[in-house]
C-alpha cells in the first residue's frame, strides 16, 4: 500500500504502492517494498536519516500531490465541500479538473456508493488530476470527462455543483442544467473580479446567492512557555461563493 514519509522536521513524502524501488519527489529513490513492510507510526532509517511511516490521510494526499494547474488548498476544499452539504452516496459535477485537490476532497466525503463527475477541456489538467486520484486509493468513484463544462445541458442528475475554470460566470447556466432542485453550487476564484462578475449574474441563471468569502488561516508555533502564532503570513488563496438552484 502507499505511505507517507515523515522526517524529523515533519516534512512529509508520498511513497507510492510498490514492491521494489520508487523515485519519491524531494526525497530521492527508496526501497518501498522493504519501507512498507513496516508497521504505520513506526519509524525507519532512510540513507541515514530517520523517518516516520504513516498511512496517508486525506490532507497528506492534498499537500503531496503533483502540482500542475491551480491547486485548491485543504482548508479551501473542506470548506466548500461543508457548504455544499456533500454526503455519502451523493453526485458531484466538478466542473474544472486543477490538480484533483478538491476532487479527492469531495471523493472522500462521497465514499464509495457516490460520484464525482470531473469535466475539463483541457487533457494536460485531468491527466495531472489522474495522476494524483489514482495514487490515492479513494478514485473509484471519480469519472472525469474530456469535454467543456460549459456547454453541458444535460438533465438534473447532481447533488451538488462546483465551478473551477477562469470565467465561471459563463458555467451557471450547465450546472443551473445539472443540479437537483434546492441544491448547492460553489465558484472558486483567485480575484474579486470574477468573484463579482459571477455573482452579479448568478440571480439570472436561476441561482440564490448565499455567501461569498475566504478562508484565512495563521498557524501557531507551539512550544511549551512560548507558543505564538507563526510568522508565516494567513496569505490569499482564492475567494469562494456559494449559490442555491432556487429557479
Not at 527508496?30 to 519509524?43: E, H, Q, T
Not at 491547486?71 to 452516496?89: N, P, W, Y
Not at 460520484?115 to 468513484?141: C, F, K, Q, W, Y
Not at 468569502?213 to 475567494?239: C, N, Q, W
Amino acid at each position: 500500500m502507499s505511505f507517507i514519509l515523515v522526517d524529523e522536521k515533519r516534512r512529509r513524502y508520498f511513497v507510492p504502492e510498490s514492491e521494489g524501488k520508487v523515485r519519491v519527489r524531494a526525497l530521492g529513490v527508496v526501497d518501498a517494498g522493504a519501507a512498507s513492510a513496516a508497521s504505520p507510526g513506526s519509524a525507519i532509517a532512510i540513507a541515514g536519516k530517520r523517518f516516520m511511516i504513516l498511512a496517508p490521510t486525506v490532507s497528506d494526499l492534498m499537500n503531496t500531490l503533483e502540482r500542475g494547474p491551480q491547486v485548491i488548498t485543504e482548508k479551501d476544499a473542506s470548506m466548500i465541500a461543508h457548504f455544499l452539504d456533500v454526503r455519502c452516496g451523493h453526485t458531484v459535477l466538478e466542473i474544472g479538473a486543477g490538480s484533483g485537490s478538491l476532487s479527492l476532497k469531495l471523493l472522500s466525503a462521497v465514499g464509495e456508493n457516490g460520484m464525482v463527475i470531473t469535466m475539463d477541456n483541457r487533457p494536460e489538467h485531468l491527466r495531472v488530476a489522474s495522476t494524483n486520484i489514482s495514487r490515492s486509493g479513494i478514485g473509484g468513484a471519480w469519472h472525469p470527462i474530456l469535454a467543456d463544462g460549459r456547454e453541458f445541458t444535460g438533465t438534473s442528475f447532481a447533488d451538488a455543483a462546483s465551478i473551477d475554470i477562469p470565467d465561471p460566470w459563463n458555467a451557471l447556466e450547465s450546472c443551473w442544467h445539472a443540479l437537483r432542485p434546492g441544491r448547492m453550487l460553489s465558484s472558486y476564484s483567485p480575484t474579486v473580479n470574477q468573484t463579482e462578475r459571477t455573482v452579479s449574474q448568478a440571480a439570472s441563471s436561476g441561482f440564490w446567492h448565499e455567501t461569498s468569502f475566504e478562508i484565512m488561516m495563521r498557524k501557531l508555533e507551539v512550544t511549551e512557555g512560548a507558543t505564538r502564532h507563526s510568522f508565516d503570513g494567513p496569505g490569499h488563496t482564492g475567494y469562494i461563493s456559494i449559490f442555491r438552484k432556487v429557479g
